[in-house]
């Protein structure tokens, strides 16, 4: 007797991806519902089931549908925004300044729908997300058709959709009550990495995860510089970090884990972890590559991600499986490491175990979801081919194959590409408006990288604070003389510091940008050692604004600020065309002078070696006020016993201005 089915696709070389790695040449595969009714040999199905829809897939291949354990998929409208960067300038400089500004619920409805119909057209029918406003992604998501882990992103500090993570967290909690029961959409949780959070966000996401059975998806050991600071700052690695606040009872997806020891790998192995490895990511972002096959043979679930387009930058799991294949290979010296077949698993069965739906998809078995596509291995770059092999039919995927030669896409049941026609997204309009976005981005970014000043406020952390600041200077042959004189003078001392100084004074095309010093002031104690180090950013403007006397320095600083990161950063961000460097050893009296405080320093020039310089310094924020204090700034130095030379003040400027770095 003849089974009723929906769809009958025969006559399919059909990869089930079970544990056994069934495979039949002349295969087929019945769909009822949303579920695979049976799947065996053409000639056996084609007697038992009868369908409503009969497809004959012409020889190609039908397989279980991609999963990519690993993405942020409104990024899609940031697609090429800042490449060639190191990760801090690339996401401090540019995607989080953006993101600030632009993204809303219709910006993630949009990138998503677009990521979308990327995903299906390079045979993706399931995705493990990471985001903001996740309930717009899980939206624009089901509508699609396609499924997916949606997350919502928890940071410590402010984000695009919450202004505190208290807030992240009630809804993660609405959306995941909101989803719970979609047919496509498992709605989930994510603290974004173990360094944007906190240890109370840690273990609230995790119970959240646990409240409601639904996976944790989290960045771990993304590079070395995160375990360098985890190993300072908790004296442990980044899994045992996170181990220690339990979030490994949930369902976790961890995405890289590039940095982890075999004691890490056998944590996540134990607990069932995820992994999700997004080798072009890391190898765009220098990352380094993940210990893929070590993973492997602890283990551990690894799936494969393309993480965000705008570290990738695109979605196209075929050279990601790919890569994945190929990279465990060359830098472990071993090529029989990550085989074709494995990577196939990676990307679909054990991908779907590492994102936690491998109750519902990740193979071709009856009862299972009807998620699968058809690829097409008749064009001539897969031509000719062999079949003595069982598993060269892998390696024709793994090695030849392109996402381009998936032709058709099903999930739940429901075609979603036919003959690459994508039947749920009309692309058309949707690249109009994101196009359009994009050009007012470029119109955002010309604006704020135009000058100096306007890239310093893009990244944040910037008080304008303009002020002037006269100084007069001399050079002196005896400091230790003209130290006895400050203390002699009866001037009125308010305190005495003494500093190490490393000045790097970037310089930059027009010269009227100023010059942006970055300053690390080690402070010395009485027995001479450094007490501690602190870092300043100083925008310091074009010399002169009005007449003023030649033995008088006036700057004007626009932007004095902590500088948070180092000075590599800076460096790659502001892309100076010329660098000094000073370095020097500063002792510093704050006096009060005819009732006006001034600063006197004795600086000894240690780079270049100059000598020493007493100077007297007042900053104000007035041009008038600076020039009443020029006048008494000079007596005050000539009362110590030195007067303002005009070339040495001068003779000052031009150390700074034409002494390159070597
Ligand atoms: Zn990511």
């Known amino acids: 007797m003849t089974q009723k089915a929906d769809k009958l696709l025969y006559n399919a070389y059909v990869l089930c991806m079970d544990e056994e790695f069934t495979q039949y040449e002349r295969g087929a595969v019945a769909v009822t519902g949303d579920q695979i009714a049976a799947v065996g040999p053409a000639e056996e199905l084609q007697k038992d089931f009868s369908a409503d829809e009969l497809i004959d897939c012409q020889g190609m291949v039908l397989m279980p549908g991609l999963v990519n354990a690993h993405t942020h998929v409104p990024m899609n409208l ?29 910006f993630v409805q949009l990138g998503t729908s677009l990521a979308c119909a990327e995903l299906i057209r390079s045979g993706v029918t399931s995705f493990a997300d990471m985001y903001y406003f996740e309930d717009q992604v899980a939206e624009a998501t089901a509508e699609a058709g396609l499924r997916a882990v949606c997350c919502q992103t928890i940071l410590k500090f402010p984000s695009p959709d919450a202004d505190s993570y208290e807030e992240s967290l009630a809804s993660s909690e609405a959306m995941i009550k909101k989803w719970k029961d979609h047919p496509l959409i498992t709605p989930a949780v994510a603290p974004h990495s173990p360094y944007t959070t906190t240890v109370d966000i840690l273990k609230s996401a995790t119970d959240l995860a646990l409240k409601y059975d639904v996976p944790l998806h989290i960045h771990i050991a993304e590079t070395a510089q995160e375990v360098e600071d985890s190993l300072e700052l908790h004296n442990m690695t980044v899994v045992p970090y996170v181990e220690q606040y339990d979030i490994f009872k949930a369902k976790v997806i961890a995405a890289h884990c590039v940095h982890i020891d075999d004691r890490e790998m056998r944590t996540l192995a134990r607990y069932g972890v995820g992994v999700a490895h997004n080798p072009t990511s890391n190898l765009k972002l220098s990352s380094g590559i993940a210990p893929v096959s070590n993973m492997l043979e602890h283990g551990i679930q690894v799936g494969i991600g393309t993480d965000g387009v705008s570290s990738n930058n695109d979605l196209d ?18 090529p029989t490491v990550v085989p074709a077949r494995t990577a196939i698993a990676m990307a679909t069965s054990m991908g779907a175990r590492a994102i936690h739906l491998a109750d519902q998809v990740g193979c071709l078995v009856a009862g299972k979801k009807a998620d699968l596509i058809l690829v097409n291995i008749n064009t001539l770059h897969n031509s000719p081919h062999f079949r003595n092999d069982p598993d060269s039919i892998y390696a024709q995927l793994v090695y030849a194959a392109k996402s381009t030669d998936v032709s058709d896409v099903m999930v739940n049941g429901k075609w979603l590409m036919r003959s690459r026609e994508l039947l749920t997204v009309d692309t058309d309009k949707l690249l109009t408006r994101a196009q359009a976005l994009a050009e007012k981005i470029d119109r955002f970014l010309i604006e704020r990288f135009q000058s100096v000043y306007t890239k310093l406020i893009a990244i944040g952390g910037a008080e304008e604070q303009e002020s002037y600041e006269v100084q007069v200077k001399a050079k002196v042959q005896d400091p230790q003389s003209v130290i ?25 095309e027009k010269p009227e940008e100023g010059w942006l010093r970055y300053r690390e002031d080690e402070f010395i104690d009485r027995s001479g050692e450094v007490e501690n180090i602190r870092y300043r950013l100083t925008l310091i403007g074009p010399q002169r604004e009005r007449h003023f006397p030649q033995d008088v320095l006036l700057s004007r600083s626009r932007f004095i600020a902590p500088a948070p990161h180092s000075l590599r950063f800076y460096r790659e961000y502001f892309k ?17 002078f005819r009732d006006i405080e001034f600063f006197i320093n004795v600086d000894r020039l240690d780079e270049p070696a100059l000598g020493t310089f007493l100077e007297v310094k007042s900053r104000t924020w007035s041009l008038e006020d600076a020039e009443k204090k020029a006048q008494v700034a000079k007596d005050l130095l000539q009362l110590l016993g030195s007067s303002p030379a005009e070339t040495e003040t001068q003779d000052y400027v031009q150390i700074v201005e034409s002494h390159p770095e070597q």
Request: with cysteine; glycine share 6%.
């Open 78 to 106: 940031l697609r090429g925004l800042g490449d060639d960067l190191r990760l801090d300038v690339w996401l401090l400089g540019y995607i989080m300044p953006v993101e600030r500004e632009y993204v809303n619920p219709e």
């Open 576 to 592: 100076p065309v010329a660098e000094t460097f000073i370095e020097k050893d500063r002792k510093r009296w704050k006096v009060c």
């Open 317 to 334: 799991m075929f050279e990601e499986l790919r890569l994945a294949a190929l990279l465990a290979k060359g830098s472990t010296g071993d």
């Open 484 to 508: 006895d004189r400050i203390l002699d003078c009866e001037l009125e001392i308010i305190y005495y510091r003494h500093y190490h100084e490393y000045d790097t004074y970037f310089r930059f």
